[in-house]
């Protein structure tokens, strides 16, 4: 309970907030923001997904998938990463499109 009290006095001379991790409940974050006005609050958390930085597919990149899969008829699992890189897209994307075409009904 003292190391946390330390803690407020410091934060009382701040205006800027930085989480650098979750706390561990949402009442010790109502704690920490209760002890000042902070200007400006900052969270910057570990992400380990890509999706923020994959764009999604466009019309074009559906065309190229169909045009490929009248083609070929059958793509296997393990022929996905290879079509992936031949277009220049990630598996999630690729995926997502597949997904896309089976909710159509447009693969079997």
């Known amino acids: 309970m003292r ?6 006095e410091r934060l009382k001379n701040h205006s800027k907030l930085v989480l650098i991790d ?4 949402l009442n010790e ?3 920490v923001l209760r002890q ?3 200007t400006n609050i900052f ?5 380990t997904d890509d999706q923020f930085f994959t764009s999604r597919p466009n019309r074009d990149h559906f065309k ?3 045009k490929t899969l009248s083609q070929h008829q059958v ?3 393990e022929q996905k990463h290879q079509l992936a890189q031949a277009k220049g897209w990630k598996i999630k994307q690729l995926d997502f499109m597949l997904q896309v075409f089976f909710e159509l009904n447009l693969l079997q």
Not at 43 to 47: E, L, V
């Open 43 to 47: 969270a910057c958390f570990q992400n």
């Open 29 to 31: 974050l109502d704690e």
């Open 3 to 8: 190391k946390k009290r330390v803690v407020f």
């Open 36 to 38: 000042n006005l902070f």
């Open 64 to 66: 190229s998938l169909y």
């Open 75 to 77: 793509i296997k699992n």
């Open 22 to 25: 979750l706390p561990s409940s």
